[in-house]
Nanobody, 126 residues
Framework: QVQLVESGGGLVQAGGSLKLSCAASGRTFSRCRMGWFRQAPGKEREFVAAISYRADSTYYTDSVKGRFTISRDNAKNTAYLQMNSLKPEDTAVYYC???????????????????WGQGTQVTVSS
């Protein structure tokens, strides 16, 4: 089991920045692939970004490329999502997710992840 706790959400004006953190406990964090997803009211959960075990591969949805950066610190058992140039359409509940069981992995698909955090609200005002 992996327990995930997100933090860092809040209210920010358009153009501002936030940094989300996802603290992991339980199984070995360094063996987990990590992802960030978001869900806006009335919409399905969508992929935002993902990172491999050793942070040698990162993945982003097109709408956040160049604005968001995913990273991880395996010594601190924490994954991060740095969000810059925020837009009102980035408003959503952001979830981190972990995967540690598959030999292959499609980072954009929610069902590919085994563990989820409770989510943190990000609200971007115009």
């Amino acid at each position: 089991q992996v327990q995930l706790v997100e933090s860092g959400g809040g209210l920010v004006q358009a153009g501002g920045s936030l940094k989300l953190s996802c603290a992991a406990s339980g199984r070995t964090f360094s063996r987990c692939r990590m992802g960030w997803f978001r869900q806006a009211p009335g919409k399905e959960r969508e992929f935002v970004a993902a990172i491999s075990y050793r942070a040698d591969s990162t993945y982003y949805t097109d709408s956040v490329k160049g604005r968001f950066t995913i990273s991880r610190d395996n010594a601190k058992n924490t994954a991060y999502l740095q969000m810059n140039s925020l837009k009102p359409e980035d408003t959503a509940v952001y979830y981190c997710a972990a995967e540690d069981t598959r030999s292959s992995w499609t980072p954009t698909i929610p069902n590919e992840y085994d563990y989820w955090g409770q989510g943190t609200q990000v609200t971007v005002s115009s």
